[in-house]
């Protein structure tokens, strides 16, 4: 079986852009949550979705979006890029969003100039 | 606040020379700890999930366990494939949610 699918794998994005990330989580699993991780870091929590609708979201600026399609995929939305927001951007899913492991995808590796 | 410290944050390890690594953890209401592994550029490899004090799980050269503060990862006479970022994380209740709270790694070397 596929695991969690991410796209791009890479992006270069200019400051002030906007950018949209993409996952496609392990068929079965409805439950969708989103990561940064930073370099020498570990993953930071961003959203979860679960249904379509949002369960839970952590300490970002309103900047950072995402939405939980029919088919249970996910986009990550990133608006007025900065420096800072140049990391490693994880997609997990899960059977459910009180099911307890999550399987993290490869990532979308973001690069903001 | 729930918090993950990984300690040490770097291992160099000959090969065959067993070592473990620490995780200790602060969250109210442990739902659920868990071990990662992770190669450079790629996304975190579960590994083991623990959910309660005195659990135990092992796989190959990994073994995982658990107390109420703490939870160790040891390796048995590794490897130089096992050299990866091993990631420890906890269970958080937010909202109707449940987040994962990562420590920041601990980056293993073994030397052949």
């Known amino acids: 079986d596929a695991g969690v699918t991410q796209s791009p794998t890479h992006l270069i994005k200019t400051r002030g852009q906007h950018v949209t990330l993409r996952c496609s989580p392990i068929?079965?699993?409805?439950?969708v949550s989103w990561y940064q991780q930073v370099l020498g870091q570990g993953p930071q929590f961003i959203f979860q979705y679960y249904e379509k609708e949002e369960r839970g979201r952590g300490n970002f600026p309103d900047r950072f979006s995402a939405r939980q399609f029919p088919n249970y995929s996910s986009e990550l939305n990133v608006n007025a890029l900065l420096l800072g927001d140049s990391a490693l951007y994880l997609c997990?899913?899960?059977?459910?969003?009180?099911?307890?492991?999550?399987?993290f995808g490869p990532g979308t590796r973001l690069t903001v100039l | 606040e729930d918090q993950v410290t990984q300690s040490p944050e770097a291992l160099r390890l000959q090969e065959g020379e067993s070592s473990s690594l620490n995780c200790s953890y602060t969250v109210s209401g442990l739902r659920g700890l868990f071990w990662y592994r992770q190669d450079p550029g790629k996304g975190p490899e579960f590994l083991f999930t623990?959910?309660?004090a005195g659990e135990e799980k092992e796989k190959e050269r990994l073994k995982a366990t658990l107390t109420k503060k703490e939870s160790f990862l040891h390796i048995t006479a590794p490897k130089p494939e096992d050299s990866a970022t091993y990631l420890c994380a906890v269970q958080a209740s937010q909202g109707g949610s449940e987040k994962l709270v990562f420590g920041k790694g601990m980056k293993l070397t073994v030397n052949p």
């Open positions: 623990l959910y309660s």
């Open positions: 068929s079965g699993h409805k439950s």
């Open positions: 997990a899913s899960s059977l459910s969003a009180l099911e307890h492991t999550q399987y």
